[in-house]
């Protein structure tokens, strides 16, 4: 291991950047906050206030895998497609399979210069997530209880609110609506079943609502369908905590571009549609796995130094006042200082390995996890 490698596994330089990522964060949130009234007067500026402040917590991320992990992005797309992305509003679909599948799409949004404006479809419990959560109101993220009664009409309206969005967006579905687990897996292939409904290999069934539902909101906001299917090679499985910890991983990403008019508008064909596209998707995958590479060219879109940026600005903005306190602290010999300077690091590192533990599929949700009473007709 060389020396860099080892600086950067080391518990120290983890403290460090969590306590970098949450107090910027928590500073963002309020500068997010203070953004309320302009919100009254004049909506598009609160919203591009709002999109930049978001980028200067996003970007963190992104630059710790870029970055500090150095994890290498190719993108395997048609070349005709590649002039449009990040010039127009896009309705990205991608598959949940790896901790940080989220964390690689914000990087290509970072590439494209989306990063700032990204959307998704969220589940409620993250709302609730400090820094990152927070921060997404503001975005006006689309959240669900992933309960379609209670969903509908919630999830209709935040989609039609985006029909004037001032800038360029990437709106992110995971349709599959949960993580990939084997038993979930098993689970999702039995209801695949009884609905007649090929099996796929590498997906769970697709959830086909959300999308409906997106697809008939963003018609005339969204040009076109971004259907993503993303793997590691040498069958990684990337995790937050090696990102921490300096490994570097290899993210392929297979991209078609759908112009949107050809994804059905009546409500079940747009289900078949999309249920076609997930086993084409799992066919791109089975490549994938019998020959390391997913069809067609490739290009790696460069990294851009703003992510680099805003991490520089922020630590140095944020860690001299650190030092001097330090310092201040070890000079003046008090112990109760001390301890309690002891504890606020405690609960810096225990409020972010919860935030991390939000990442991790082992620690996921039930949802898809119970068996369903299964009509077979
Ligand atoms: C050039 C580069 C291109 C691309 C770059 C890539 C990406 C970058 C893009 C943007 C990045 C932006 C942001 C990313 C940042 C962070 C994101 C992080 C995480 C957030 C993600 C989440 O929170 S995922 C969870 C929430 N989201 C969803 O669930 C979305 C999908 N779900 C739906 O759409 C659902 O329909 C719903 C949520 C709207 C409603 O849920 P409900 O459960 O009520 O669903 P349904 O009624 O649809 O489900 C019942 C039907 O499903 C069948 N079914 C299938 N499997 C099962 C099962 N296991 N158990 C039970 N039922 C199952 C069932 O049969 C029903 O079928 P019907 O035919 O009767 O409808
Ligand atoms: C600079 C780096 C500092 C690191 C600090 C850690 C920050 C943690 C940020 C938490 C971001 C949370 C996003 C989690 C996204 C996610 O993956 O959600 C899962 C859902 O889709 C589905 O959930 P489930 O049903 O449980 O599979």
């Excluded at 518990?11 to 460090?16: E, K, R, V």
């Excluded at 259907?227 to 290899?250: C, M, Q, V, W």
Aim: charged content about 20%.
């Amino acid at each position: 291991m060389g020396l860099l490698q080892l600086l950067k596994s080391q518990f120290l330089c983890h403290l460090i950047i969590c306590y970098v990522f949450l107090v910027s964060g928590l500073i963002i949130n309020l500068l997010q906050l203070c953004t309320l009234p302009l919100w009254t007067v004049s909506k598009q500026l609160a919203r591009r206030i709002n999109i930049r402040l978001a980028y200067c917590i996003t970007s963190q991320m992104v630059a710790a895998l870029e970055w500090w992990s150095g994890t290498e992005c190719t993108l395997y797309t048609d070349p005709k497609s590649y002039p449009l992305y990040g010039k127009e509003n896009a309705i990205v679909v991608l598959n949940h399979t790896f901790d940080i599948d989220f964390l690689c799409g914000w990087t290509f949004c970072e590439r494209f210069g989306v990063l700032g404006s990204s959307k998704v479809l969220a589940k409620k419990e993250l709302s609730y997530v400090p820094v990152i959560g927070w921060m997404w109101y503001f975005l006006e993220i689309v959240f669900c209880k992933r309960k379609w009664e209670e969903d509908r009409s919630m999830v209709t309206k935040s989609l039609q609110k985006l029909q004037d969005y001032p800038e360029n967006f990437w709106f992110l579905l995971y349709c599959e609506g949960t993580r990939f687990t084997p038993k979930k897996h098993k689970i999702s292939m039995q209801v695949a079943e009884s609905k007649g409904l090929a099996k796929l290999k590498y997906h769970l069934l697709p959830r086909t609502k959300g999308f409906w539902v997106t697809a008939q909101n963003l018609r005339g906001t969204a040009a076109a369908v971004y259907d993503s299917t993303l793997n590691f090679r040498n069958d990684e499985a990337p995790t937050l905590r090696g990102i921490l910890n300096g490994k570097k991983y290899h993210a392929d990403l297979y991209v078609r571009r759908i112009p949107l008019e050809l994804v059905p508008e009546d409500e079940a064909e747009c289900a078949a549609w999309l249920h076609k596209l997930y086993q084409e998707k799992d066919d791109f995958q089975e490549h994938y796995t019998q020959t390391g590479r997913f069809p067609g060219p490739t290009v790696s879109p460069p990294r851009r130094p703003w992510s680099l940026i805003n991490w520089l600005f922020w630590s140095c903005l944020l860690l001299y006042p650190l030092g001097l306190l330090l310092t201040q602290l070890i000079s003046s010999g008090s112990l109760l200082t001390i301890v309690a300077s002891l504890a606020v690091c405690s609960a810096v590192s225990f409020g972010v390995r919860w935030m991390i533990g939000q990442t991790e599929i082992h620690r996921g949700s039930s949802y898809g996890n119970k068996e369903v009473p299964l009509n077979n007709n």
